[in-house]
């Protein structure tokens, strides 16, 4: 199956772009397992003034994620499917009145917890177009709030309950393989390691490649430009599992050497290739579509202003559709803890800001 972590369109999600998209995508003869992202209906189907990108209401978001759900053919936008002993788990980005850029809804936030609930003990695979938290290492333009999946106090929490999750797979922030974040020690947040996905772009077309079994799911990297791995950036993730399916397992890794060893001189090139240098606008999610952003015109709609004036924070959002979670003394710990970091992060990078035009004014 193909999983794409959203942003199939490239702009605003415009009909027009939508018909773009369903061209490209209706060339795969495999299943699409999709999410949402913010350029796929986060956006009006016009630019504004000076070519900004206009907010959408509430009303004309639902009506994108619809378009996005008949576009893909997908029967439901959150969804989960069992393949290769492992349990896979989509998470739209579905906040009809989310002030960021990425916002599961509390019926999202809701099925997550049911659908882990039921499968206690298969390891979990969650598909989404955000990172979590903590996930990358240089704070991104787009600010904590806009770069990470919100609310991320309580997508941590529903997390820390479920051990069964290992991997949550993403885009959103464009991490290519050049660069350190990739294949970092950062990328793990608790016991959830995060798979960071590299746009596809005509100059540049690396895809994540997941081989799952029952004892263990394997992570690679593609160059579809070249047509091959590039091995040195392979993550094995291993489950225990009964023996006959570990041994079944072991066999597959053994063809997979094979496969690889009469490789060997194009790997080991491959593996040493000069992989393009990111794009920052790119790696970024495109900069100028920040929350604070001046290039971005949120509109004069009545629900989209009442929407950003309803909250100060994606917390306050959804505590007001979710009471019995806000009651949960776990959550409101792990909530002061989250806010005590998002305090220090800030203060942090007020006086990194300081010290740096000091810096500048000395010129050292």
Known sequence: AVAITGDLCKK??????YSDM????????????????????????HFGAEGKKLRTSPTERKAKLER???????KKLRFSRKMGGHLLVFLPNDDPKGKHLVTLSTATLNFLKETLKKNPDVPTIVFCHAPLAGS????????????NAQPHAKISAIL???????????????????????????????KVTVIHTPAITPSSSWMRVLDLSPARAKVRTYNAKTGKYVKKLDRVFKHKVNKDKKDEDEKQDDKDKEIDSDK???????????????????????????EDDP???YGSDDDANDSDNEADSDEEVDSAGDQ??????????????EVIKDLIRVITDFLKGIWNGILKILKV
Not at 22 to 45: C, Q
Not at 170 to 183: M, T
Not at 264 to 290: F, L, Q, R, S, Y
Request: proline share 6%; aromatic share 8%; no cysteine.
């Open 12 to 17: 605003i999600g415009s009909p027009a772009e």
């Open 22 to 45: 369903i061209k490209v995508v209706s060339r795969f003869k495999m299943p699409i397992y999709a999410t949402p992202g913010n350029h796929d209906i986060m956006y009006r189907d």
């Open 68 to 74: 996005f759900r008949k576009a893909l053919k997908l």
């Open 136 to 147: 990358y290492v240089k704070p991104r333009k787009l600010g904590f709030y806009n770069a």
């Open 160 to 190: 820390k309950k479920n051990p069964q999750v290992f991997l949550w797979v993403s885009g959103h922030l464009h991490i290519a393989p050049s660069s350190p974040e990739y294949d970092n020690k950062a990328n793990k947040v608790g």
């Open 264 to 290: 060997d001189d194009d790997n080991a090139a491959d593996d040493n290739i000069a992989i393009e240098p990111e794009d920052d606008d790119m790696e970024e999610g495109e900069a100028d579509i920040g």
């Open 295 to 297: 290039t971005v015109d």
């Open 324 to 337: 019995n979670s806000s009651t949960d003394a776990s959550s409101a710990a792990e909530n002061a803890k």
